[in-house]
Nanobody, 118 residues
Framework: VQLQASGGGLVQAGGSLRLSCAAS????MGWFRQAPGKERVFVAA????????HYADSVKGRFTISRDDAKNTVYLRMNNLKPEDTAHYYC????????????????WGKGTQVTVSS
């Protein structure tokens, strides 16, 4: 499975960005992020077979994960961004389970940088 993430950038606090991740196969997909000097942590995930979504507490109510089955693409809409959201965001995919544990991810994308200025 090949993953291609895009959509990162520099935005002011309170602003919005949308990340995209195109997958070459049909998988369960999600997003993780890693700030400098910190561990890679779960952000959001979505099931292909039911559209059930999962979010980290830190992003609930601000981020929305969605998917376009026809394009095999997952999106992460990020609203009301905060400086603490600054990180490298990685797209993740699993064949048989929702990717919520960074130690149990089958495929990683290269990621995209999100920087939120105060």
């Amino acid at each position: 499975v090949q993953l291609q993430a895009s959509g990162g950038g520099l935005v002011q606090a309170g602003g919005s960005l949308r990340l995209s991740c195109a997958a070459s196969g049909r998988t369960y997909m999600g997003w993780f992020r890693q700030a400098p000097g910190k561990e890679r942590v779960f952000v959001a995930a979505i099931r292909w077979d039911g559209g059930i979504t999962h979010y980290a507490d830190s992003v609930k109510g601000r981020f929305t994960i969605s998917r376009d089955d026809a394009k095999n693409t997952v999106y992460l809409r990020m609203n009301n961004l905060k400086p603490e959201d600054t990180a490298h965001y990685y797209c993740a995919a699993n064949q048989y389970r929702v990717p919520m544990d960074s130690d149990a991810v089958d495929y990683w994308g290269k990621g995209t940088q999100v920087t939120v200025s105060s």
